[in-house]
Structures are given as structure tokens and as C-alpha cells.
């Protein structure tokens, strides 16, 4: 049987090899994952990761918009206002030391200055991260322990990255993990990797949005700043989870320069494409691998908007749709119900008229023209037992459009965030 | 043990007594329930309700702002367009009548024009309403024998508009009537009574908020017209259960005038002062029932946001701390989770500084000046079993405010909402 999908935007191609590995794939990083002692139950869970460039490297940050943010958020903001450089990332997991206040503030710059200390560079050139719970303060005779546990854990391999990116977990099922490495026009090759953490988009007592990429290609910090700004904006902000954002989400990106080659100054030019193009494609496997793990979630969900009359428009429609709880109640239920996702395009504020409007479900056209069409349901049930589900509407008003990422609502969604004991 | 509240904006007062009873409380109307037999199953479940005025009454209606708007909102609207006065308002469960295009107006008229007939009145002055199932067309033959059963059902008391309450009810648990009786200056007695239904905001396989109001105030349309217009905006558009609108929402008063008097024809004096505050009380009881019966709901939560720089910065703190799931599953599990009301808070888009803002749960301060206060978990759980649960925020930014009226998040929404066979 044929079905016809309606034209929804490319995901971005991947412009070389994607290898197995995070942040040690590129040259010139190494990393470690180990446990300081975090939990105050004493468990010997990693809790803490380190990712370390041999030399300073050029670096990026970007970071959460919400007006509650956390003391190493503001410690990086600071970190990255004095200095162009960096050369290391402490994470940890367990604690967001978030709603702090100043012996937050302290703590956080006090786990960069020991840091510093041990690799032999500036406070400055150390960046901090945490998730966890917020409201309490970090534990700094753990953290030190961590810290010099992992200085001395460092190296530079896939079991390495892969102890960082499982240290960092916290709600998260699964490590997160994605690397590319691509041939320069130079002849050159490059790499770009990168692990983060994130299932709901924010809790107190588990999640945030953390991640760390790394590249060995020569580019310089303005440059990559705008990168990074960009390839976020297309890829981790796309993904809605529950629409909670964090105090604490951060991404950092680290260029070593380790592969050699002319540095890339401008945001410009074939070889600055390409790159773009790579860490784009990690941020975006990064990305849908959050909202594959969202919590509780048994399927990774694409909603894509198309025919907007405003860029605005589309994005609106589309995070309606995909912040519905009704609509990931439905794909939880294997329920292919147009009604719902109609009913939140309408009250989106987007602009359309309902008789123009076209949605499919699973690649099956459930709405023509704002009616009903008959569709398969054998056909519908037994696509909605694959691992991904997209939802494509086209609201006939224009050429504009939008794509997220999300995940269904089910039981174990509730279960994570209602049934803990505080 | 003494502990200090912040200010919240004061719910409306009842400016006269509280009685039991719904539509039939106000003279001049009456009511009915029956089983039309709309259910594919053939269940004799009650299904079609009846309401109607002794002689046309003034009439207002306001409807759902979603781009998806249903058949019957359609014909209310050309209806109300076309006459000041109205006789009844026929309403159905089971089918929303909503994305059916043509032939869904179609019914939808006919449905007016039956009742029209029956009634000895021209169909502009009959309202129509629906709820239910999207995409599907009404069965027109059990809607023609439900107006004719309807219609011999009719009576004026307490048992009536009870059984026009229960037809209505969808994924709703209890039936929502609210009455009150008010003595005017001019020593006359006037009663304002109503009955709603609704439970998620909008299912296509159950829910939709519909809300029918008499009175024997002597109100004129226009005036009328305006009261409503306030009246819902600070009442049923406070209520968040899921953040989804329906196709289908409606409310719709009417005004008998049976109760004698001079016509009130200017929104302003203390007799239109009193009319409205009777008005706004029987649509703030009927919101709250809505949002106690959210779906799968075990408490009704009241969000408050003072200390606004804007009104606009109240409303979009508070309907995102509202409409937050990990905000709404935190009060499932009991737990006083200021993290995630704080979070909620930072992302809302409303300008305040982390530092300036205070935060009580049941009643209990758990931040203060943006960090954490201790506070009485035990004096917590004890509050948390009780069926209604205050949230209350201050931004100290300034002194706008706002409230919402929402339920927690529970393993029920999500098994009502994703659990049934489609």
C-alpha cells in the first residue's frame, strides 16, 4: 500500500562518518568519569566526570534562559566573559547547586579553582556544570575528592568518554553519546564528538540538560561561538520533553585544534561549512537521544509543521502539538487521534483556516482539507509499535515550517515524577 | 504554630445565599435529561439535555477562540448574530459534531430548527451545544427522538436540572451545578443558577467544557452580553487542566426576566454591580468543579502569582506554573517541590530577579528571597491530604497578580487518556 507523506523539512545529513565514541574521539581531549562521593546515601555510583583539553582550547557555551540559574552557570558565564580559552569541563551529577546563593557561588568557583590547580591552568579556563537537586548546597569534601579522583582517572578512549557520559546520568536510561568525523577540503580530517544528559527537561531531584562537545578542527572562539549558538538553536531547542526548561542546561564546545590546519576565523567558506555541518549533526543526534530517553518515554516522536504564513506561526503550532499532553497521551495509547493534535494547532495562535489543514500520523493521511479521511488501522497499529512516530501537518497558510522532537506521556512519566519520596 | 501567607488576590464573594440546584433555580426556565440513544453500544445512558425558557430570553453566548471550531459553536454564533432573544439551548454528549464540515452544520441546524418546531419558536432562538467524539457525524435520528423525549421531559425543579446536568457528563466523575440567590435594592429577589461539565479541556473522545446559566434578573442582551465577557474571562479562563482548549467550549445565559423588576440595560450602578458579582460567582464555583474534576485529578490546586512588574508577567507566570507536569506530578506525590514552581517560574518569559522571589505551599513558606527556607514536612504531608492545595508565588517585581485554578497530574490522566481503545 502507498501512502503519501507530506513534505516536512530534511534532518540535517551527516557530512562525513559517524563513529562510536563522545569527547575523546577528536585529538587532544581526554576524559574520566569516577565517584567523589556525592550521594548521601554513600553509594559508589560515578558522580562526577572530567573532560580535559591537553592545551587551552578555543571554547563556546551556551545556556539556559530560565531566570532561576544555577551557581555554575554563572561561574561559566563568568569564566567565558574573562577568557577566550578553556581547558577543562567539571561535571557533576546528584546536585544542581541551584537557589545556592553565594556559598553557591563559592563552591562552584572553588571546584574550578581546585581543578585548575591540579591541571596546571587558570580558574578561568576551568568551566563547571551540575545537575541534580536543587536547593542544596555541593558537598565540597566529596567534590574534592572527585576532582582529584578524576585528574588522575583521565584518558583518551572510548571506555573514558563512555565513564564521563555514564557519571553525568541521572534519570537517564541510557549514556548519551555521538561522534563524526569528516575529511576537510584541506585534505585534513576532522572530528566532532560529544555525550550529554537530560530525560526531563528539568526536576529537582534528577534532571537538566547537560552536554560537552569536542572537536579537534582548528577553529577560533568567535566563530566557534556562533556556531554553536546556531547548531543549539536547531537541534537541543528543538527537543520538548515536558516544555520544563532547567536552571541549569548548559552545552559547552571545545576546539583543540589538535588536527592542524589553517584556523577557521570566519563563520564562512566551505571548510567553515562543513564543520558546522558536523557539530550540527552531533548536537542533533545528542538531542533526539534526550527525547528518546524523556521519562518514561517508549517512543521518540517527530512533529513537523509545514504551510505556516510565519516562521513564528510554525514554530507556535508545532510546540503546541508537541507539548499536548493530550497528544502524547494518545501516541502512549498507539491512538493515531488527529482530533487531538487539530484541537492544539487551533488554539496554537498560529493563523489558518481549518478546512486547508492536512495531517498525517505514522506516514498515514488521518485529515484532508480539515475532514477526516479513512485510513488503515490495522496498517496504523502496526507502525506505532516502531521506535519512532512522526506527526506531519501542513496548515495550508503559507511556506513556512518547523520540525521537534518529543516523546509520548505514559505511566512511567508519572511514576519518575510523582512516586519518589522527597 | 502561626505561619504567614502572602497575599493572594481575593476569590469572588457570594453576594447573596448559596443554594442547591442548577439551571431551574432562576424562574422562568426548565430542564430535562434523557437518552436519546446516541452511543454506537446502544447504552441507555442519559445523552441529550434540555434547557428552556418559558418565553424568549435575552441572551449570551461566548465560545472557544480554537481555530478548530465545531458545527454547533458555528450555529450559536450565526444564531446570536441573527437575534437578541433565545427559548432553549439543546445539548448532546457522546458526539462533538466538530470537523465534519457541511453535513455537520447541516445537523447542527437541524437539531435547532426540531427543538424550533417543537417549541413553537423560530430556530434563531434555539442554541445548540455538543460533546464528545470529533470527526463523526451526529446520528440524527436519536437526536430527533432525544428533542422530542426532551421536550415531554420537561420540568422546573431540583431532579430536572440534575438530570440535564448528568446528560451532559463526559469523562467527568460528578455532576457541577452552582445557584445563588441575591435580594436587588429595588427588594426584589433574583436568582442566578447554572450547570457545566468538562474534565480534561478537550478530549475527541470525551471532554469539552460546556456551561449553561439562567437568571430571572431582568438583564437586557447587550448588557447581558457584556457580564458574560467578564465574567468568563475571570472564571472558566482560569481553569487549566491539561493546557488543551476544546473545539467545542461554550457557555451560553440566559435571561428570563420571571422575577419581575426593572430592566437593568447599563453594565454599571449597584443593581448591574450586583447581578455581576451574582454571575461571577456561579461561573467561579462552576470552574472550580471543572478543575476538581480534571482529569484523574485528587486535588484542586490554586496558583496565585503577586509581586507582577505587568498583568501580563502575573497571567504568564502563573499559567505556566499551572501548566507545568512537573509542577502538576509533584503535588500528586505530596511533595512541597518549590524547585520545580521556581523553574516554571524562570522559563515563563515574566521579568523578575531569582533573588526577589518567595514561594508558599500550603500555606507554608518553602523560599524566601530566592532560596530555600526549612519548613515542617510533617505540617507538609498533613496539608498535601488535604482536597485542596494553594501555590503561591511572589515575584516582587511589582503589583500585578493573577490566579488559575488547576489539579495535579496522575497516573488516572494518563490511563483515562491514553489507556482506552480508540
Redesign the interface.
Known amino acids: 500500500m502507498q501512502y503519501n507523506l507530506l513534505p516536512i523539512p530534511p534532518e540535517p545529513e551527516c557530512p562525513g562518518d559517524a563513529v562510536e565514541g563522545g569527547v575523546d574521539v577528536a585529538r587532544g581531549f581526554r576524559s574520566s568519569g569516577v565517584c567523589g562521593g556525592l550521594r548521601p546515601d554513600g553509594s559508589d555510583r560515578d558522580d562526577m566526570a572530567l573532560v580535559c583539553a591537553d592545551a587551552p582550547a578555543c571554547v563556546a557555551g551556551v545556556f539556559t ?5 544555577s551557581a555554575p552557570v554563572r561561574v561559566c558565564r563568568e569564566h567565558l566573559a574573562a577568557s577566550e580559552v578553556a581547558q577543562a569541563v567539571v561535571l557533576n551529577s546528584v546536585i544542581a547547586n ?4 553565594e556559598p553557591g557561588l563559592e563552591n562552584a568557583r572553588a571546584t574550578a579553582s581546585m581543578a585548575a590547580r591540579e591541571l596546571g591552568c587558570s580558574p578561568e579556563q576551568v568551566l563547571v556544570a551540575s545537575t541534580g ?3 542544596s548546597q555541593l558537598p565540597m569534601e566529596a567534590v574534592a575528592r572527585g576532582v582529584g579522583l578524576a585528574v588522575g582517572a583521565l584518558g583518551s578512549d572510548e571506555a573514558h568518554d563512555l565513564a564521563a557520559a555514564r557519571a553525568i546520568m541521572t534519570t537517564d536510561t541510557v549514556p548519551k553519546r555521538a561522534a563524526v568525523r569528516y575529511v576537510d577540503p584541506s585534505g585534513a580530517t576532522y572530528a566532532v564528538g560529544g555525550m550529554c544528559k537530560g530525560a ?1 527537561m ?4 534528577m534532571a537538566t540538560m547537560l552536554g560537552v562537545i569536542t572537536t579537534d578542527a582548528p577553529v577560533g572562539t568567535p566563530v566557534l561561538r556562533h556556531a554553536l549558538r546556531e547548531a543549539t538553536s536547531l537541534s537541543f531547542n528543538h527537543v520538548i520533553v ?6 541549569n542546561d548548559s552545552v559547552i564546545l571545545l576546539a583543540s585544534g589538535a588536527a592542524g590546519g589553517e584556523r577557521i576565523d570566519e563563520a564562512s567558506g566551505e571548510r567553515y561549512e562543513l564543520f558546522y555541518r558536523a557539530l550540527l549533526w552531533v548536537c542533533s543526534k545528542l538531542a533526539q537521544s534526550i527525547a528518546a530517553d524523556g521519562e518514561g518515554a517508549t517512543v521518540l516522536v517527530r512533529v513537523s509543521v509545514t504551510g505556516a504564513a510565519t516562521p513564528g506561526d510554525a514554530e507556535l503550532a508545532c510546540r503546541t502539538v508537541a ?4 497528544v502524547k ?2 501516541i ?2 498507539h ?6 493534535i ?6 496554537s495562535g ?1 493563523s ?3 478546512e486547508d ?1 492536512d495531517i498525517d500520523i505514522v506516514g498515514l493521511p488521518v ?1 484532508r482539507s ?3 479521511v479513512a485510513f488503515d488501522r490495522q496498517e496504523a497499529a502496526r507502525r506505532f509499535e516502531l521506535p519512532r512516530c512522526e506527526i506531519a501537518c501542513d496548515l495550508g497558510a503559507g511556506s513556512d515550517s518547523y520540525v521537534c522532537w518529543t516523546c ?4 512511567g ?3 519518575i ?4 519520596t ?1
Open positions: 534562559r530560565n531566570r532561576f540559574c541551584a537557589a545556592t546563593g537537586v536543587i536547593g526531563g528539568i526536576a529537582p531531584n515536558d516544555g520544563d526548561t532547567s536552571t507539548s499536548s499532553p493530550l497521551t494518545a502512549a495509547g491512538d493515531p487521534n488527529w482530533g487531538r487539530a484541537a492544539a494547532l487551533g488554539r498560529a489558518f483556516s481549518q489543514v485529515l480539515g475532514l477526516p509520548d506521556l505514559t505511566h512519566y508519572v511514576s515524577n510523582a512516586d519518589y522527597s
